[in-house]
């Protein structure tokens, strides 16, 4: 079955870090870029980072840059997100989804079911 | 940044209804528009791509239309599994940018 599946999430202090883990299942994981996608309870969904399917390749959005770290090890068909001096403002469910293309088109054509990070004293 | 502005942002219908989504960019954005579903507690479904383009395996009933600064997302009738709430997505411009959603109710 295609899937990406979300684990990490949970509840953390602000300021501390926490990692994000995605497991890709049913494709050829190494052959496209993937993204964080992240969304706010109630509210709109916002794209926070990606990785073009050889890693040559990173982004992020202002809001995350310097804190947030991306990485994927192609071997395990998994995604990652390092967050780091974690604020109230990113408390989210987050998304891992994969790319149409292996360079980075910011398309979106397979999703999971997001991990629930929490961030609160 | 390039603003996406969808409306409704809910909307009640019948079954059988032809129900209409709009979503307008700030700028120019050609046909790079997706349209997707998200159903509670599941993933976000790409359903239209580049504008127009039907994803493989969704129904007929959904489509899209539109170019450089507004796109419309139909579904011809109304079914019950269509319940959701449906988002438009940018991606000419960095960063990638989606409307804020369109609830869709059935009446």
């Known amino acids: 079955e295609v899937q990406l599946v979300e684990s990490g999430g949970g509840l953390v202090q602000p300021g501390r870090s926490l990692r994000l883990s995605c497991a890709a299942s049913?494709?050829?994981?190494?052959?496209?870029?993937m993204h964080w996608v992240r969304q706010v309870p109630g509210k709109g969904l916002e794209w926070v980072s990606g990785?073009?399917?050889?890693?040559?390749?990173?982004d992020y959005a202002g809001s995350v840059k310097g804190r947030f770290t991306i990485s994927r090890d192609n071997a395990k068909n998994s995604l990652y997100l390092q967050m780091n001096s974690l604020r109230v403002e990113d408390m989210a469910l987050y998304y891992c989804?994969?790319?149409?293309?292996?360079?980075?088109?910011?398309?979106?054509?397979?999703w999971g079911q997001g991990t629930l990070v929490t961030v609160s004293s | 940044d390039t603003q996406m502005t969808q409306s409704p942002s809910s909307l009640s219908a019948s079954v059988g209804d032809r129900v209409t989504i709009t979503c307008q960019a700030s700028?120019?954005?050609?046909?790079?528009l997706n349209w997707y579903q998200h159903k509670p507690g599941k993933a976000p479904k790409l359903l239209i791509y580049?504008?127009?383009n039907l994803e493989t395996g969704v129904p007929s009933r959904f489509s899209g239309s539109g170019s450089g600064t507004d796109f419309t997302f139909t579904i011809s009738s109304l079914q019950p599994e269509d319940i959701a709430t449906y988002y438009c997505?940018?991606?000419?411009?960095?960063?990638?940018?989606f409307g804020q959603g369109t609830k869709l109710e059935i009446k």
């Open positions: 990785i073009s399917w050889n890693s040559g390749s990173i």
């Open positions: 989804a994969k790319d149409q293309y292996q360079l980075m088109i910011y398309s979106f054509d397979l």
């Open positions: 700028q120019d954005i050609s046909n790079y």
């Open positions: 997505q940018q991606y000419a411009n960095l960063p990638p940018s």
């Open positions: 049913g494709f050829t994981f190494g052959d496209y870029a």
């Open positions: 580049d504008a127009s």
